[in-house]
C-alpha cells in the first residue's frame, strides 16, 4: 500500500542534543510537509516543499531545519532541541495542486519526540 | 486574521446517539474544507475534501456539508470505535501558494 512512514515512532533525546527525524513516503506526491502538535493543540505547519522548493513558515524557530534529498523522502532537523520542543512531529504529503487544486495532506503516524 | 474555530472542544455521546461537530472559518477565498480523524498517537486521516458552499459528503456513519461560514460533520447513531479526535483544516490563497489553517479539533468519546 502507498503511505507515509516515520521513522523513528517514539524519539528520546537530551536537552540541546541534535536529534533528526525522517520521513518517506511511496505516494510519489510533488508536496511534503513538517508539522508539530502539541497535546490537545491544533499541528502548526514548520515547513513545506514543493518538490524541491523549501517554504519555511515565517514563526518557525532558526532552531529547525529541513532537508529534501529526492521526492521521497524529507528529514527535520532540530539543532538543539529545548524542553518546549517536545512533541509530536508529523510528516504530510499532497499532490500537486496544479494538478489536483486541492491539498488534501495524507500523514504519516508520527514521531513523539520527548527532550528529557 | 484568517481562523479555524471548532466547537465543542470535546463532546460525550452515548452509542447511539447523533450529533454534529461544527468547523466555523473566516478566510479570504476559501478554496477547499477539509476533514481528518485523528486518534490517539497516530497522525490524521483524510475523510472528505468540500469545495463549495452546499456541497455534501458521505461516508458510513459521517456525513459533510459546507456553508460560506462553516462546515457540520454530523454523525449517525455513533458507535464506539467513532471515538477519536475530528480535525477540520480549510485551504485559502497566500501568495503565489495555498496555506493550510487547522482548528484544534473536536475529542468525540462515544461511550457503549
Known amino acids: 500500500d502507498a503511505m507515509v512512514i516515520q521513522n523513528p515512532r517514539y524519539q528520546v533525546t537530551q536537552f540541546g542534543k541534535p536529534v533528526t527525524l525522517s520521513c518517506s513516503q511511496t505516494?510519489?506526491?510533488?508536496?511534503m510537509y513538517w508539522y508539530q502538535q502539541k497535546s490537545s493543540q491544533a499541528p502548526k505547519l514548520l515547513f513545506h516543499y514543493y518538490d524541491k522548493d523549501f517554504n519555511n513558515e515565517a514563526d518557525t524557530p532558526d532552531n529547525f531545519q529541513s532537508r529534501r534529498p529526492n521526492t521521497s523522502f524529507c528529514f527535520l532537523d532540530i539543532r538543539s532541541p529545548g524542553l518546549g520542543d517536545a512533541a509530536m512531529y508529523l510528516c504530510?504529503?499532497?499532490?500537486?495542486?496544479?494538478?489536483?487544486?486541492?491539498?488534501?495532506?495524507?500523514f504519516g503516524p508520527g514521531t513523539r519526540l520527548t527532550v528529557t | 486574521e484568517d481562523q479555524v474555530t471548532q466547537s465543542p472542544e470535546a463532546l460525550r455521546l452515548q452509542e447511539g446517539e447523533s450529533s454534529s461537530l461544527n468547523c466555523s472559518y473566516t478566510?479570504?477565498?476559501?478554496?477547499?474544507l477539509f476533514w481528518y480523524r485523528q486518534d490517539p498517537g497516530k497522525g490524521p486521516e483524510f475523510l472528505f475534501t468540500l469545495y463549495s458552499a452546499g456541497e455534501e459528503k458521505e461516508k458510513e456513519r459521517l456525513k459533510a456539508t459546507l456553508t460560506k461560514k462553516e462546515s457540520f460533520l454530523h454523525i449517525t447513531a455513533p458507535k464506539p470505535e467513532d471515538s477519536a479526535t475530528y480535525l477540520c483544516a480549510v485551504q485559502a490563497p497566500w501568495g503565489r501558494d495555498d496555506k493550510i489553517i487547522f482548528g484544534k479539533g473536536t475529542r468525540l468519546h462515544i461511550l457503549p
Open positions: 505516494l510519489n506526491h510533488n508536496v
Open positions: 478566510v479570504s477565498g476559501l478554496r477547499g
Open positions: 504530510a504529503t499532497s499532490r500537486d495542486t496544479l494538478a489536483s487544486g486541492f491539498y488534501e495532506q495524507y
